[in-house]
């Protein structure tokens, strides 16, 4: 087991090593120089290369480089030039919105896909089978923003039940916060449950057929114990990877909903720096984005070992 | 006489199939006496399985569907009984080992829990009680080490270690009829020879009847009592071990024991194929006029391809499907 965590360990250090080395080459040869940014097209020569100076923008390539990640493992936080505020407040601050409806989202996909893949399952190719299938086929085409729209349409315009977006802060208003997260967290958690939906069926397909759970069966387990507990914790083995990956993809930020609910989140903030070609928050941002795809993978590595022993010995 | 302890009447099942329904299972009958050791031998894919899960009510549906008979275990008929009865019976009173040990366990979760389950359905033990007595119960199947492996994940075991296992978890409730299909077929030869052993062990210790199921006709020689022998659905010969050895009566039984090696040579004779009989089984989606054995059969004759002959009795409770019983003189002495 530890041997197992100490490979996936120095896996995920070499991962972010090249994720840094990639995010900062590609942003280096983008074109747009930020001192003239900050100082306008009426600014001086002399004044543009003192600015660059002292940004560090005058280094070469390997030491701007070192010079960043430098700064990032001492937790020294870069500044934002639009902002004029620590990179890393900024990044807390919107992953304040953006964490809380990333597992929200999740959280409303396992609670969504689990029931309907397994009941999908078994009843295979019955109406029942049918219809969920057809509503995930249906969730799969359908865009994100859409769907987001549609629910604002229906549950805050025509019902009133929601505010029709903006974030409200926690700590001003804790209920009111949670509120506006909970109709962009069900859209993106929909449209992801279309696709565990199908997943979790095809996966409980083939574990349902496995000797085991006819082992189970000849045992007179009820069949509430042989579905959830013999066939679901191995089929739930292939699912788990996948909602990783849409945990770690949901952490990065999702432009769009946060743009359609006019939430100050991780997607928002990166969308707008790019625009405003602030550099360090761009870089940072992106960084931490890949670190999130990355560690929530390393969780789920983990995770996996739990959810099946027979990991452990290789 | 007591009524036998689980006795099967008339048995059919069917798959639906790409190609049409598939006969598996073609009005089969047997009984098994309290404390009986009954033999099921039949090449592969003669229905020995699709009979036995019938039993537990466990032919995978759909495909498979029990189209007729009865099935009467202790007075009831486990085919009409609701599936939460059958459901209590599984496990405490009929139990049941599979010939795959390797994919039979479940692999997520540790063995000992795997052995105590059934105690905590069937008798309400809490689970420290159930896994004390699972523990016991690995002891007894000689795995050893047992306590501490409790633990231990399905693919820590051998294949032999595991069909322990698979024993201990049929044996936890102390059933009255013990299933076992195929239980050695996928082992070493010295593995199946200390499985079997323990078998017949626990087998005189608890007083349970055994359905043991082979194509092996040297495991049926050494464990079985009496012997029902299928081919293509049917039961087509039934004696007791010494008259099917003695004077084997269906030309199928005479070709299957031909083919089997000296019993006395090596253990694992029996488990040859069966290929010496020539001819193929037919297809089970075929529709067959006449006996299902004739295209095979070195002595058939007109009537054979004509009309199904019945299970006839011979003597002395020995049975067969086959009009050489009626037709004694049809039978070809140099075949
Ligand atoms: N799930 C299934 N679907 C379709 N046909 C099946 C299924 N299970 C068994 N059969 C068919 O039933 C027949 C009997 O199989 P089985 O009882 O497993 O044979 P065996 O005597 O080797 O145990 C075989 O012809 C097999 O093809
Ligand atoms: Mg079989």
């Known amino acids: ?314 | 006489m007591n009524t036998p302890l689980l006795g099967i009447e008339e048995l059919s099942v069917g798959f639906d199939t790409p190609e049409g329904k598939a006969r598996a299972v073609d009005r089969v009958s047997f009984a098994l006496e309290r404390g009986e050791t009954l033999g099921v031998v039949g090449e592969s894919g003669c229905g020995k399985s699709v009979t036995a899960l019938s039993i537990l009510g466990l032919v995978p549906s759909p495909p498979g569907v029990i189209e007729s008979g009865a099935i009467r275990f202790e007075n009831s008929d486990l085919i009409g009984s609701p599936p939460e009865a059958l459901r209590r019976i599984r496990g405490r009173d009929i139990a049941m080992i599979f010939q795959e040990p390797m994919t039979s366990l479940n692999p997520v979760l540790p063995i000992g829990r795997q052995v105590a389950e059934p105690l905590m359905v069937h008798r309400g033990l809490n689970r420290k009680e159930a896994l004390d007595q699972a523990a016991q119960w690995l002891e007894r199947v000689k795995i050893p080490d047992a306590r501490r492996r409790m633990g231990d994940y399905p693919h820590h075991l051998s294949g032999g270690m595991r069909q322990r296992v698979m024993i201990a978890m049929a044996m936890v409730c102390r059933p009255k009829l013990l299933i076992a299909d195929e239980p050695t077929t996928a082992l070493d030869v010295t593995i199946q020879a200390q499985i079997l052993a323990l078998m017949v062990g626990l087998k005189q210790e608890m007083g349970m009847s055994l359905l043991l199921i082979t194509h092996n006709l040297g495991v049926v020689a050494q464990m079985a009592a009496r012997v029902v022998v299928m081919y293509a659905g049917q039961v087509v010969e039934e004696a007791v071990v010494s008259e099917l050895f003695g004077r084997p009566f269906h030309p199928y039984t005479r070709g299957l024991l031909r083919s089997m090696p000296d019993p006395a040579g090596r253990p694992d004779g029996g488990s040859r194929r069966l290929s010496e009989i020539p001819g193929i089984v037919p297809a089970i989606t075929e529709a067959i006029v006449g006996c299902k054995f004739a295209g095979r059969c070195p002595h058939a004759f007109g009537r054979c391809r004509e009309q199904a002959p019945g299970l006839f009795d011979i003597a002395g409770g020995q049975r067969a499907r086959c009009w050489l019983s009626r037709f004694p003189e049809r039978r070809r002495t140099d075949a």
């Not at chain 1, 701007?64 to 934002?80: M, P």
């Not at chain 1, 987001?148 to 009111?176: E, T």
């Not at chain 1, 859209?187 to 085991?212: F, H, K, P, Q």
């Not at chain 1, 761009?282 to 590595?301: E, G, P, S, T």
């Open chain 1, 1 to 314: 087991m530890l041997r197992y965590l100490a490979k996936k360990l120095i896996t995920l250090v070499a991962l972010l090593f090249f994720v840094s080395i990639t995010v900062f080459a590609v942003l280096f040869v983008l074109p747009g120089d930020p001192a003239q940014i900050i100082l306008g097209i009426n600014a001086t020569p002399e004044a543009l290369a003192a600015l660059r100076a002292d940004l560090g923008l005058d280094k070469s390539f390997w030491g701007q480089y070192r010079e960043w990640v430098g700064n990032l493992l001492a937790g020294r936080s870069h500044h934002s030039i639009h902002y004029k505020m620590p990179v890393f407040d900024l990044i807390v601050d919107s992953l304040a919105v953006t964490g809380p409806m990333a597992l929200m989202a999740m959280g409303f996909a396992v609670l969504i896909s689990l029931p309907l893949g397994i009941y999908a399952a078994r009843n295979q190719n019955r109406h029942g089978d049918v219809t969920v299938m057809f509503f995930t086929q249906l969730g799969l085409a359908t865009p994100e923003f859409w769907f987001g729209i549609l629910l604002i349409l229906l549950l805050s315009v025509q019902l009133g039940w929601f505010s029709a977006g903006g974030f409200p802060g926690w700590a001003a208003d804790p209920i009111g916060a949670f509120k506006a997260l909970l109709l962009p967290a069900f859209a993106l958690g929909v449209i992801r449950a279309a696709i565990l939906t199908r997943l979790t069926r095809s996966s409980m397909l083939e574990v349902l057929r496995e000797d085991y759970v006819r082992t189970a069966r000849a045992k007179g387990l009820r069949e509430r114990s042989v579905i959830y507990v013999h066939a679901l914790r191995n089929a739930l083995i292939p699912v788990l990877t996948i909602m990783g990956l849409q945990l770690g993809q949901l952490l990065a930020g999702a432009i769009i909903i946060e743009n359609v609910y006019f939430l100050p989140g991780l997607g928002r903030l990166v969308f707008n720096a790019i625009g405003q070609r602030d550099l360090p928050v761009v870089r940072d941002i992106v960084l931490f984005m890949a670190a999130a795809v990355v560690v929530v993978n390393f969780v789920i590595d983990v995770a996996y070992a739990y959810v099946d022993p027979r990991i452990k010995i290789n």
